[in-house]
C-alpha cells in the first residue's frame, strides 16, 4: 500500500518532489496528526476528514505518479543502475575480479610468448589473448550497468511481475569469447577451418538465443523454447570437442594437453545452462549475485586457467603447434 506522511505543507511537498525524483515508492501520511496536507490539491484538510482524504490521496498519487513514470521500484536509468551495482558489494565485486584476472591474463601471456617465432604458434597465444580483452570489455559493460537492466519476468515465472535484474550482456559477449576459445581448441587438436567454423557458428547461434531466452518477458514458455535452441548448439559444441577434435588432437600428437582442456572446458560449459536453469532467468533458485558470482567464477576457470594452459604449451614452440615460417602465406 502507499503511504503519504503529511505532517505539513513544506514537509508533503518536500516528499512529492524527492518521491519524483528518486523514485522512492512510498510517502507516508501518518493519521495521528491533526492536519494533513494534500499536494495535488494544495489544500489542508483535517483530522475528521483524514481517513477518507488518505484514500483518495493515495489513489490520486498513485495514478500520478505511475503516469509520470517515476513509481518503479527499480532502478532505471543507466546511472541509477550503475549505482545499484556499486551498492551491492558482492555484485560488483564479481565484475571487477574479472577485470583485474583478463589483465592479469594477458600481460602473462605477452610476458611467455615473447620470444616465440613461429606465425602458427603466435596466431593461437594472439587468439587466447582476445578472450581476455573481449573479457574486459564484457565486465566493463557489466559493472558500468551498460548491459545490464531490469525486466518484469512474465506470469508462470518464480518472478512473475517482478523487476528482476538480467545480466544480458553475459550473453552478447559470450558470442564474442567463446568463438576464441573454440579457435585456439581447433588449432590445437589441429582440425580443419571447416569444423572450426562450425564450432563457432554453433556457438555463436547458442549465445545469441540464450541471449534471446533471458530478454524475452512476453511469454514464459517462450523462454524456455530460446532455451532448449539454445541448448541444441551446445550440444553439437559438445560433440565437436569430445568425438571430433579429441580425435584429431590423437593424430596429431597434442592428445595430453587436449585433454586437460577438453575437460576443463566439457565440465565449465555445462555449468553454465546450469546457472541459467537454476537462477533469477530461470527457475529463481539462486540470487542474482550467487549466480553472478557463480558465472564469474565459471569464465575464470573457463577463459583464465584455459589461457595460460595452452600459453605454457604453446610458449615452448613444439612442433605438434608449429606450422613453419611458411605457414599462413599463400
Ligand atoms: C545458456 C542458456 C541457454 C542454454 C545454454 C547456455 C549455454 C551457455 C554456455 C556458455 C559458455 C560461456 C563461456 C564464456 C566465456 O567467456 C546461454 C546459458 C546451453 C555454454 C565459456
Redesign the pocket.
Given at each position: 500500500m502507499l503511504k503519504v506522511y503529511c505532517l505539513n505543507r513544506n514537509m508533503a511537498k518536500s516528499l512529492f518532489r524527492s518521491h519524483i525524483r528518486r523514485s522512492i515508492t512510498k510517502i507516508c501520511i501518518n493519521t495521528t496528526y491533526y492536519r494533513g496536507y494534500d499536494p495535488i490539491a494544495d489544500n489542508f484538510f483535517n483530522q475528521g476528514t483524514l481517513q477518507s482524504k488518505c484514500m483518495v490521496l493515495q489513489t490520486t498519487l498513485f495514478a500520478a505518479l505511475a503516469q509520470l513514470g517515476v513509481l518503479s521500484s527499480h532502478p532505471e536509468t543507466q546511472s541509477e543502475v550503475f549505482e545499484h551495482i556499486l551498492d551491492d558489494a558482492a555484485l560488483a565485486s564479481s565484475f571487477y575480479v574479472n577485470i583485474a584476472l583478463a589483465g592479469f591474463t594477458i600481460i602473462a601471456i605477452l610476458l611467455l610468448v615473447r620470444n616465440v617465432t613461429d606465425p602458427r604458434a603466435k596466431m593461437i597465444a594472439f587468439v587466447t589473448l582476445m578472450?581476455s580483452a573481449?573479457?574486459i570489455s564484457?565486465y566493463t559493460g557489466l559493472a558500468s550497468g551498460l548491459t545490464v537492466g531490469f525486466l518484469e519476468m512474465p506470469a508462470g515465472h518464480a518472478f512473475a511481475g517482478e523487476q528482476v535484474l538480467t545480466m544480458w550482456g553475459r550473453?552478447l559477449?559470450?558470442g564474442l569469447?567463446?568463438p576464441f576459445?573454440l579457435i585456439a581448441l581447433g588449432l590445437l587438436a589441429r582440425s580443419n577451418w571447416t569444423k572450426i567454423g562450425i564450432a563457432v557458428s554453433m556457438t555463436i547461434g547458442?549465445?545469441v538465443?540464450?541471449?534471446a531466452?533471458?530478454l524475452t518477458t512476453s511469454s514464459h514458455a517462450l523462454r524456455w523454447f530460446?532455451?532448449a535452441i539454445?541448448?541444441a548448439?551446445?550440444v553439437v559444441?559438445i560433440y565437436i570437442i569430445l568425438a571430433e577434435w579429441a580425435r584429431e588432437a590423437e593424430e596429431a600428437g597434442t592428445e595430453d594437453i587436449f585433454t586437460k582442456l577438453k575437460i576443463l572446458?566439457v565440465v565449465?560449459?555445462?555449468g553454465?545452462?546450469v546457472?541459467?536453469f537454476a537462477g533469477a532467468e530461470g527457475v529463481g533458485l539462486l540470487e542474482v549475485w550467487m549466480t553472478s558470482w557463480a558465472y564469474s567464477v565459471?569464465?575464470i576457470v573457463?577463459?583464465y586457467l584455459v589461457t595460460i594452459l595452452i600459453i605454457l604449451y604453446v610458449a615452448e614452440e613444439p612442433d605438434e603447434v608449429c606450422g613453419g615460417e611458411d605457414y599462413g602465406r599463400v
Open positions: 578472450i573481449v573479457s564484457s550473453y559477449t559470450w569469447s567463446t576459445i547458442m549465445c538465443t540464450g541471449l531466452a533471458a530460446w532455451f539454445s541448448s548448439f551446445f559444441i572446458t565449465t560449459w555445462f553454465y545452462p546457472l541459467w565459471l569464465d573457463a577463459k
